[in-house]
């Protein structure tokens, strides 16, 4: 079992309407989680960070954590062809020496 | 520029070949970081650098690979005989904060490795 696991998709959405990414993890112990956006051939860039469980919002985004359950998602509402890119989950352990673990991605596609 | 610098940012390499590969982090950034990113995977970690110190290596997949950062700022990955299995994108990445408590990682665009 990987350590960070993602729907490799491709999830696709029509433009405005709502994307729903879905990670999950192994390790209880994990503290911080972070959603990166990769475009194609481009590195990746933090898009929004949670620490503790519910919801955190920013602009078009929210972030659902919950810890007891080893799941976190992502809603990007309202998609805009612009979103279209792989979305990386990744989660820290400070238990394993503060490493940043990413799972494999998810792409999504948003059509005009 | 202000971001992480990285190259060459592509490298073609015969197998048996060395190869080095060289990150410039954002200024003052305390800590550095070494993924391997597979095509079409998320990015692997390989090393971990608090200032000069290597305080983690337990990425890296063989003794063929060897990362140094002397003087705490710019670093280099070596990789000495390469294999086919090591063709990947080599991402940088830096941090302001002590380990990665924030996750607030500065990537470079990458050193596409392909070994012949």
């Known amino acids: 079992q990987k350590e960070v696991e993602q729907n490799s998709g491709p999830l696709s959405v029509p433009e405005g309407a709502i994307a729903s990414l879905n990670c999950t993890y192994s390790?209880?112990?994990?503290?911080?989680f972070f959603w990166y956006r990769q475009y194609s051939g481009k590195s990746p860039e933090l898009i929004m960070s949670?620490?503790?469980?519910g919801d955190k919002e920013d602009g078009r985004f929210t972030a659902q954590l919950n810890k007891a359950s080893q799941y976190v998602s992502l809603l990007i509402r309202d998609s805009q062809p612009s979103d279209s890119a792989t979305y990386l989950c990744?989660?820290?352990?400070?238990?394993?020496?503060?490493?940043?673990?990413f799972g494999g991605g998810t792409r999504v596609l948003v059509k005009p | 520029g202000a971001g992480v610098s990285q190259s060459p940012r592509y490298k073609v390499a015969k197998r048996g070949q060395d190869v080095a590969l060289r990150c410039d982090p954002i200024?003052?950034?305390?800590?550095l970081f070494w993924y391997q990113q597979a095509l079409g995977q998320g990015p692997e970690f390989l090393t971990y650098?608090?200032?000069?110190?290597?305080?983690?290596k337990s990425g890296l997949p063989s003794d063929r690979f060897f990362a140094e950062r002397p003087e705490g700022s710019v670093s280099t990955l070596k990789i000495q005989r390469t294999q086919q299995e090591d063709s990947a994108v080599y991402l940088c990445?830096?941090?302001?904060?002590?380990?990665?408590?924030?996750?607030?990682?500065?990537f470079g665009e990458g050193s596409r490795l392909t070994v012949l």
């Open positions: 990445a830096s941090s302001l904060a002590l380990g990665q408590d924030t996750g607030e990682l500065f």
């Open positions: 390790d209880r112990v994990s503290q911080s």
């Open positions: 949670i620490y503790s469980n």
């Open positions: 990744a989660v820290n352990q400070r238990a394993a020496g503060n490493k940043l673990t």
């Open positions: 200024s003052g950034h305390v800590s």
């Open positions: 650098f608090q200032n000069e110190a290597q305080l983690d």
